[in-house]
């Protein structure tokens, strides 16, 4: 079968043979179901890990955040724009914390765009 010859060796073995590329294509599927899981759960740990430690701009910090947050939104894992706005302002360090004071004070509540441009003033 073609579709054998151009999987790697390490993954041809842990998939089933089967004769038809239907029934091949359906086993290769079943495989591989449990890696959107194992993906989820590598973003939000990359996430929840995340701290502006400087070696980037704090826009470039805020927009890989943005970013792992669609990805997993992709996985249908999904999680609020204002519980992302909190998630991104506590991995600022203590420099900002006059910044989430003002934040937390205010009543009007932000979207990710709208604190990406205030921290980047900021």
């Known amino acids: 079968m073609l579709i054998k010859a151009h999987i790697s060796q390490s993954i041809r073995g842990s ?5 038809k590329v239907k029934a091949y ?9 449990s890696s959107d899981k194992a993906l989820a759960s590598t973003l939000m740990k990359r996430l929840s890990s995340m701290t502006f430690d400087r070696s ?6 805020i927009m890989e955040m ?13 999680m609020s ?5 909190h998630f991104i302002l506590n991995s600022l360090p203590a420099e900002y914390d ?3 004071i003002y934040y937390n004070t205010h009543k009007d509540k932000w ?8 921290c980047v003033q900021e």
């Open 15 to 19: 998939i089933p043979n089967s004769d």
């Open 25 to 33: 294509m359906k086993a290769i599927d079943e495989q591989f179901v």
């Open 56 to 61: 980037r701009t704090v826009r470039e910090h």
């Open 66 to 78: 943005r970013d792992i947050a669609a990805k997993l939104k992709s996985l249908e894992v999904d």
């Open 81 to 85: 724009e204002p519980f992302l706005v």
């Open 98 to 100: 006059p910044f989430k």
């Open 111 to 118: 979207p990710i765009n709208e604190l990406l441009t205030m």
